[in-house]
T-cell receptor, first 114, second 115 residues
Framework: ETGVTQSPTHLIKTRGQQVTLRCSSQ?????VSWYQQALGQGPQFIFQ???????GRGNFPPRFSGLQFPNYSSELNVNALELDDSALYLC?????????????FGPGTRLTVL | AQSVSQHNHHVILSEAASLELGCNYS??????LFWYVQYPGQHLQLLLK??????LVKGIKGFEAEFIKSKFSFNLRKPSVQWSDTAEYFC?????????????FGTGTRLKVLA
């Protein structure tokens, strides 16, 4: 059991809407990363937050934004949803000082955009 | 741009067969290398990782991987697979420094082991 939880489990939205996905990191982990996993693909890195600051970003447009809170929970916000945003969104946390930065994944939120 | 390539998308093996899954990456700097596994109905979890030292690393459940820097490769191996190894396997790389950090996954290899 990884200890990373995500909510909601499933979500259906329509094109143009906005969505907020939530993640609770494993206890003691101060770094959180978000990934998008389309069907049949590997996880695509969206961004990482460390101590409430964005620490790195993948090739995603600015309408994908995030927040990390002092209790290390985090949010992924996506504005102006597009059909291609339909995917599994994964949150992963990692231990401070972990050499190599192992990611501990949550179960994901399945987002469907109609 | 950094990328990770996994050569086999689907692999079917019989129990006790040997396994090797290929992984190549493109990145010129220092990297950390990973294999993650997703068993049916479970979360992605770490199988093994390399960040320095001995290029032959051992992970859980009898898996190992060898980092060959000159070939930009990190292939996963297991001498004798079991039915319970049926899963999807992802190779991953992380690179960059604070503010430019990235974590890149390959597209995955679905392994089916026949009993």
């Amino acid at each position: 059991e990884t200890g990373v939880t995500q909510s909601p489990t499933h979500l259906i939205k329509t094109r143009g809407q906005q969505v907020t996905l939530r993640c609770s990191s494993q206890s003691g982990h101060n770094t959180v990363s978000w990934y998008q996993q389309a069907l049949g693909q590997g996880p695509q890195f969206i961004f990482q937050y460390y101590r409430e600051e964005e620490n790195g970003r993948g090739n995603f447009p600015p309408r994908f934004s995030g927040l990390q809170f002092p209790n290390y929970s985090s949010e992924l916000n996506v504005n102006a949803l597009e059909l291609d945003d339909s995917a599994l969104y994964l949150c992963a946390s990692s231990l401070p000082g972990d050499r190599g930065d192992t990611q501990y994944f949550g179960p994901g939120t399945r987002l469907t955009v109609l | 741009a950094q990328s990770v390539s996994q050569h086999n998308h689907h692999v079917i093996l019989s129990e006790a067969a040997s396994l090797e899954l290929g992984c190549n990456y493109s990145y010129g700097g220092t990297v950390n290398l990973f294999w993650y596994v997703q068993y049916p109905g479970q979360h992605l979890q770490l199988l093994l990782k390399y960040f320095s030292g001995d290029p032959l690393v051992k992970g859980i459940k009898g898996f190992e991987a060898e980092f060959i820097k000159s070939k930009f490769s990190f292939n996963l191996r297991k001498p004798s697979v079991q039915w319970s190894d049926t899963a999807e396997y992802f190779c991953a790389v992380n690179a960059g420094t604070s503010g430019t950090y990235k974590y890149i996954f390959g597209t995955g290899t679905r392994l089916k082991v026949l009993a």
